[in-house]
């Protein structure tokens, strides 16, 4: 059987590594992808016996890219902090990497644990990323900051594994209000990079038609509270990205203030 590489991104996620690195102890090598944490993230993984690679933040696809350059063997699977591989996708991995007549890449399904529930709509099932499984040297990512795609650098079409791995996306509403701030700016960075059209009453709109995809659209509404939740996290992300690219394009500048003396 082939050997499998196991990479997990991470920064300052000393209170979910553990738990991420312990999912993935069966491959034959770990590797985390960290950029310089301040808490004991990489301590930990060191600890659990991964190999810490400290890569300076230049967005997620040049991230991802250096940690693709890290790993030894002939698959790769790509797993981050907030993620655990379970037991059957574990054993489906392994039929794979051991089968001829393997495919070259495969999306992994995600299965969402939030508020308390597994979140069956809101486009958070089975939530496809970009391809998580794949032969070392079938795809590489795009230098995107957030977002960011992928090229496949394989001629056959990517294949879909059956089995789930787990998500936590948001460990409480603090982080949800800290990934809107975080990924709306990359966001912002990005869209500017793509010379897109900015304005505050392009912000509204895209942030109501996010909310509307999230809450309607894909049913977030029969995940209940969580649902909606969800919807208002994409609306604040998707509001906040376009309007931090109107701020950047404004000249808004305080009005002058003197020194004030008495006459």
């Known amino acids: ?39 004991e993230t990489a301590a930990i993984a060191e600890s659990l016996g991964a190999r810490v690679v400290q890569i300076p933040f230049k967005g997620f696809g040049h991230l991802r890219n250096q940690a693709l350059k890290a790993c030894r063997y002939d698959w790769i699977f790509s797993l981050d902090a907030d993620e655990r591989c379970t037991p059957e996708v574990r054993d489906e991995l392994l039929a794979i990497a051991g089968s001829p007549g393997a495919a070259n ?9 939030f508020m308390g529930k597994w979140i069956k709509h809101s486009g958070f099932y089975p939530n496809y990323r970009q391809p998580q499984f794949f ?5 590489r990512y795009k230098p995107d900051p957030v977002h960011e795609g992928y090229a496949l650098l394989t001629d056959t079409r990517p294949a879909y594994l059956e089995n789930a791995i787990w998500q936590f996306p948001f460990k409480n509403f603090d982080e949800i209000l800290h990934k809107a701030g975080k990924y709306s700016t990359l966001g912002a960075q990005r869209l500017s990079g793509e010379g897109a059209p900015s304005g505050m009453f392009k912000a509204l709109g895209h942030g109501l038609w996010s909310f ?18 969800i919807a208002l996290g994409n609306f604040e992300g998707t509001f906040y990205k376009y309007a931090k690219l109107h701020q950047d394009r404004s000249e808004w500048h305080p009005p002058p203030s003197p020194p004030l003396t008495r006459k």
């Open 1 to 39: 059987m082939e050997k499998i590489s196991a990479y997990i991104i991470a920064y300052n996620e000393q209170e979910k590594i553990a738990d991420a690195i312990n999912s993935v102890l069966w491959a034959d090598e770990i590797i985390l992808a960290d950029s310089y944490s301040t808490d």
């Open 105 to 113: 890449v495969y999306f992994v399904p995600r299965k969402n644990f």
């Open 135 to 139: 032969r070392n040297g079938a795809m």
């Open 212 to 229: 509307m995809q999230h809450f309607f659209l894909k049913k977030g509404l029969l995940d209940g509270w969580a649902g909606f939740v």
